[in-house]
């Protein structure tokens, strides 16, 4: 743990950097071959029909055919070449025969489950230019199953409704307020007859919400907001009235955030939906005013009625969030010993550092402990869960850089977890990552772009060599085994860098992951020792299943690096080692001994930047620009991942016509580079490209210091 040059030279470059800136939709039986609710709540069997598996997100198989005595013979039974090359993070579903897939760019395939035969192909076309307001990659995580159709939250918006056998579009409803500041990346729900979905946002201007769709005809049957408007509008219910409250200033003009993309979880005991938020909007809580308050319902679980969107309870578990501490992790539900008696719970594992068991009727706090370094609070109020926040972790009061543990990117976010009730114990993949904060105090809102409030030109990681040393050995993950009864560790594997995949476990006694190295592996599920590997050839972020056909376990899992680790954390997205993105589906069972076909050589570049020929001031205004606009795409400090171009490499940094005719007139506007003409001026374009110049020699010297 050696920070101490991190801290240093952050703090550095901060003074440096100084001003630069249904109601009841009756559960008809149907008369097809269709999903029900009660086939959702039997859970896990031979089919896989919902997102976390059954309704309970536990993401545990019964299928023991596959065990941990002869997981040496498990093989490659097919695989499928995906037809788009960016992060894949969706969870298939499995129902009579057909495996179902959401790709990248919201695209939907079906296949034989046992051949891998394409049955059809969706594709709801999708604008590239929506990328500009996705924060983490065209990436879908996955679709529902309800009756004779397939649900899919299309990035731009839409939730569309395919027909299971045609792959037909059968309704389609666009379900955000505005395009410029939503997108949905997230898995719908089924519960009761209707459609759940959320969306992605609250780094931009939105307002978070969750709404409830009748699965048959596509009419809205309700909504909740998670954050409350511009109390001049009126409050839409009492929930809105009281969260209120809790904000300063002008919240309502960035929106506010709290948007639930990714977690949502039905639970028939209760008829309650929990869902996790998101943070507060901007990050930094000086930006218009909006203070130190609980900004309530970000960054909380909550519940509400699923008839009728009702609120019924939450649980904040990052009050006055400026860290980027979504709460939209997975919620799962079990039934679990507490204090010595059976109570039906929630559990979660957000991406503050946490892990929470809270009672799933009434979200009364039960426990939580913290599974990772935890800098920015001390503990938990041992009664109500509420965490004490250290004074140096509010980075808009002290005026400092502060070195958050976890960093924005989670100890744990989407990637699915599991829980094996044989076990007992939460397979989860976790991240030790570590985010310098500094407030901007010039931050002015802008209509494009990621609106934090924070100065992260500032605190980028500098070409040096000792720093970046730091910056890396501090930056890893580990797949956590977690006993959630007594709230502790019970193995761990560690692995080189984060964002590794998503977990199964069976009752094979083996969990499965896949790595973001490129191995798909098995582990003991009670002793945490690996047991089997697959080289995957390309970074493993989604999570697989198990289904079962004809008296044969498979084991179907996505593969193909990317995701917000690919794109915006610089030189730290290649921790795990050589990064490419091979996109397929692979399906693996006993016996079988398929193989794929060798992979492309890996492509090795080097860097011949021109001479650089701008000022200091260009290089302090290109720097403060390159952050505010292009580094949540391009990567910290200039350096891309391997989905989006690095700009140092970028033939356009060598002609200051040819790099204005992107940014200012969207040349590439038809790849998802926008023009940024409202925001970027022509003599700001120029102190971009020459920060770029800088950037890029800068890490030639490097790398031919290092060939010495
Ligand atoms: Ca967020």
Redesign the pocket.
């Known amino acids: 743990m050696t920070t101490r040059h991190w801290i240093a030279a952050v703090t550095v470059m901060a003074f440096a950097a100084g001003n630069c800136a249904n109601a009841t939709a009756a559960q008809s039986a149907p008369a097809t071959s269709g999903v029900t609710d009660a086939m959702i709540a039997a859970g896990v069997g031979d089919e896989w029909l919902s997102y976390g598996g059954g309704y309970d997100e536990q993401r545990f198989s019964p299928l023991n055919q596959v065990s941990d005595q002869n997981i040496g013979k498990l093989g490659l039974a097919w695989f499928a070449d995906i037809d788009t090359a960016r992060g894949q993070e969706g969870t298939p579903l499995m129902h009579d025969g057909t495996l179902y897939v959401s790709t990248a760019w919201s695209m939907v395939k079906a296949y034989d489950a046992k051949t891998g035969a394409l049955k059809w192909s969706f594709d709801p076309k999708v604008p590239r230019e929506t990328l500009i307001r996705v924060?983490c990659d065209a990436v879908n995580r996955g679709i529902a199953l309800y009756d004779d159709k397939v649900y899919v939250g299309a990035l731009d918006g839409r939730l569309i409704a395919i027909d299971t056998k045609t792959g037909r579009e059968v309704w389609s409803k666009m379900t955000v307020p505005d395009q410029e500041n939503y997108a949905i990346t997230g898995a719908p729900r089924i519960a009761r007859g209707k459609v759940l979905i959320g969306s992605a946002g609250?780094?931009y201007r939105a307002r978070g919400f969750i709404s409830a769709y009748d699965a048959q005809t596509g009419d809205r049957v309700w909504r909740f907001y998670t954050v409350p408007g511009n109390p001049r509008d009126g409050f839409e219910n009492d929930a809105m009235a009281r969260a209120a409250k809790t904000w300063q200033g002008q919240w309502w003009d960035f929106g506010g955030?709290g948007?639930v993309?990714d977690s949502i979880t039905y639970d028939p005991e209760t008829n309650l939906v929990y869902f996790g938020t998101?943070?507060a909007e901007p990050w930094n809580p000086d930006t218009h005013g909006r203070g130190s308050g609980d900004a309530l319902y970000t960054s909380s679980i909550v519940a509400v009625n699923a008839d009728t969107g009702a609120y019924a309870w939450h649980f904040q578990e990052t009050p006055e969030d400026r860290w980027?501490y979504?709460s939209?992790s997975q919620i799962t539900v079990a039934d679990i010993e507490v204090k010595g008696s059976r109570r039906h719970v929630v559990m979660h594992a957000p991406k503050n550092g946490f892990f929470y068991v809270l009672d799933a009727k009434t979200g009364e706090f039960l426990s939580g402990r913290p599974f990772a370094t935890v800098t920015w609070a001390d503990g938990l109020d041992p009664r109500t869960g509420r965490p004490n926040i250290r004074p140096e972790a509010r980075y808009e009061k002290t005026g400092e850089v502060y070195l958050g543990r976890p960093g924005?990117y989670g100890a744990h976010t989407w990637h699915p977890m599991s829980f094996s009730p044989k076990t007992g114990l939460m397979y989860i993949p976790a991240n030790n990552t570590v985010q310098p904060y500094l407030a901007d105090k010039d931050f002015k809102g802008s209509d494009i772009g990621a609106q934090l409030g924070i100065d992260s030109g500032a605190v980028s990681l500098p070409a040096d060599t000792r720093v970046r040393a730091d910056a890396m050995a501090d930056t890893t993950g580990h797949l956590l085994a977690w006993d959630p009864v007594a709230q502790k560790e019970v193995w761990r594997v560690e692995h080189p860098g984060p964002s590794n995949g998503g977990t199964l476990s069976t009752a094979g006694n083996l969990v499965f992951q896949g790595t973001a190295g490129g191995e798909f592996r098995a582990y003991a599920a009670d002793s945490g020792k690996q047991l089997w590997s697959f080289p995957a050839q390309t970074g493993i972020i989604a999570a697989p299943i198990s289904y079962a056909i004809d008296g044969k376990q498979y084991i179907a899992i996505l593969a193909g690096w990317g995701g917000l680790w690919d794109i915006y954390p610089g030189l730290l997205a290649g921790k795990s080692g050589p990064m490419r993105n091979l996109s397929r589906l692979l399906v693996f069972t006993l016996g079988a001994d398929g193989a794929l076909p060798p992979p492309p050589p890996m492509k090795d570049r080097v860097l011949d930047p021109p001479a650089f020929t701008g000022t200091t001031e260009q290089v302090a205004r290109g720097l403060a620009l390159y952050a505010q606009y292009c580094l949540g795409c391009h990567g910290d400090a200039a350096i891309a991942g391997v989905l989006n171009p690095d700009l140092r490499h970028s033939g356009a940094i060598a002609s200051s016509d040819a790099l204005k005719a992107i940014v200012l007139d969207g040349a590439l506007r038809h790849k998802g580079m926008v023009s940024f003409k409202s925001a970027v001026t022509p003599a700001d374009a120029e102190a971009i490209r020459q920060y770029l110049i800088k950037r890029a020699n800068e890490d030639k010297a490097l790398e031919m210091a290092a060939q010495k």
């Open positions: 924060c609250s780094e955030g948007t993309w998101g943070n980027d979504d939209d924005y």
